[in-house]
Nanobody, 124 residues
Framework: VQLQASGGGLVHAGGSLRLSCAAS????????MGWFRQAPGMAREFVAV????????RYADAVKGRFTISRSYAKSTISLEMNSLRPEDTAVYYC??????????????????WGQGTQVTVSS
């Protein structure tokens, strides 16, 4: 599946941003999809995922209660609503997909398809 992320930008601490990821080429119901991020000098890390064919979601502890992942089958998109942003949320955010699997949803190594990344910068 091909992925195209958008919606990043610069925001002050406490502000909000919405990221979107357009998917093409496959039915989203067959894919687990998620958002991951990578800060400068850091490893890429899990942020939020939504299971294919289900409404089940998982969130990293650092974003729980502030970020919400959602999916539109009609628009073939997933979104990440980010509220109460903090400077430590600054990173390049990537959307990713894998064929629906029973493997841990947060296991980054199992995601095969990646978007190009979108920069999110939160100023203090």
């Amino acid at each position: 599946v091909q992925l195209q992320a958008s919606g990043g930008g610069l925001v002050h601490a406490g502000g909000s941003l919405r990221l979107s990821c357009a998917a093409s080429g496959r039915a989203l119901s067959n894919y687990d999809m998620g958002w991951f991020r990578q800060a400068p000098g850091m490893a890429r890390e899990f942020v939020a995922v939504i299971k294919g064919g289900s409404s089940a979601t998982r969130y990293a502890d650092a974003v729980k209660g502030r970020f919400t992942i959602s999916r539109s089958y009609a628009k073939s998109t997933i979104s990440l609503e980010m509220n109460s942003l903090r400077p430590e949320d600054t990173a390049v955010y990537y959307c990713a997909a894998r064929r629906r699997s029973v493997v841990d949803l947060t296991d980054i190594s199992t995601y095969n398809d990646w978007g190009q990344g979108t920069q999110v910068t939160v100023s203090s």
